[in-house]
């Protein structure tokens, strides 16, 4: 049997210490071919570059290695490879490892979630990788053999058409290790927002950063944010239909 | 009663026809504060700004009227004018009126929808509002009475927490009316991307614009798609949790 085909993306940049573990360990599994973003694109969600046009550099091309940087974000990243840079269909597409957290609401956010649900958009298996740490030194050891299982039984299983799976691992503390997988739901929760308000050395304008907290509505162990607290690598099944069925019913009541 | 309080945002900026649209039917309904891109985020989808500060204007300042620009994103007007500029916690949400369509998978790329979902995660009644044309000069005179019996409709009954709705109007032609509203689903569809080559006249390297065609993979009733191509307003209930739940007992059976 062919070696499976795997893309590797991020939203980090290419150069960010996850890309490159991931990088290392899908290279253990079959042919991978990078295409990730050539500067940092945290937090751009599922946005497309529309205003610029796209342009590509080879940074490294051997027989059974390709990696390439874009100067777009994560999706860009997952359509240009899918369509311009892929001798064929993949048989998975990987994103990450994220440096934080894209569990709980922090998934609709996520550049690292934005390119793995383009590949569901796709119907190609995706898996976006993140750790809660966002030290550049952020220790994967012990992530390594859960990515690898992860990714093989994908490979080996599938996922159904439209499917993506959002993995977070806890920080590591001290070496400890993790009690195991679990499934999950995404859980409630909020950004509670703050403004930073810096003032403009040149004319004294306010500008802002935003800042905030985050909050966990619930405790509930079906939940991602459980179990990362209590230190189990999550795994929630996402989907990309933002229709709330269950309003269609009320809504028809309007009319 | 006091009027309500209404936040106006979009994705194409602050000076589009369709923003101008809405806030001249929003003022007919309540108090106005608009926060808006100061340029075009078209497909900036839910992302936000973390690398470099944001900055606002003041574009009017009434006892009934404020108007702002930020250099952000759609989701960035939407926290900024919450956490920084409004009084209190507006009383609905509306973003748009978006020219081109944000129906079926096209609200995952949507810096309008972004918006409206940003409004549902704070638990505020929110819309987005968008047309199917892409003209500058988009004919919105049917869309006028639609628009403000759904704001009206929304700021009196509300929505579950959670919820914002997806608006799509048909492209008017010919001054025809639209058939009226559709209560839908988000429909199964996909862009089948190309990528358009073209030469950088200064080095003759190759450069990038993303192009696609939109296909729609199923022709039911219920879905949004199906109620515009038969020239209806439709309107999608949303939300913002991708859990696929269908698939968690699934995956539990791989442990």
Known sequence: MSKPLILVTNDD????????KLIELMRKLGK???????DPQSAMSHAITIKCPLVYKEIEITEDYKEYSLNGTPVDCVKFGLHRLLERKPDLIVSGINHGSNASINIIYSGTMGAALEGAMGEIPAIGFSILDY????????????????????????????????????KLVADNDYKGLKICRQSKAYWKEDFAERNDPRNGKPYF??????????NDESTDEWALENYYVSIVPVQFDFTAYQQIEKLKNWE
Chains 1, 2 share one sequence.
Do not use: C, M
């Open 32 to 38: 991978v071919v990078v295409v990730a973003p050539e």
């Open 13 to 20: 940049g290419i150069t960010a210490p996850g890309i490159r």
């Open 209 to 218: 950063w935003l800042t905030g907290t985050f909050t966990v509505n619930e």
């Open 135 to 170: 030290n550049h030194d952020a220790d994967f050891s012990r992530s390594e053999e859960y990515i690898l299982k992860i990714a093989k039984q994908v490979l080996e299983q599938g996922l159904d058409k439209g499917i993506a799976l959002n993995v977070n691992f806890p």
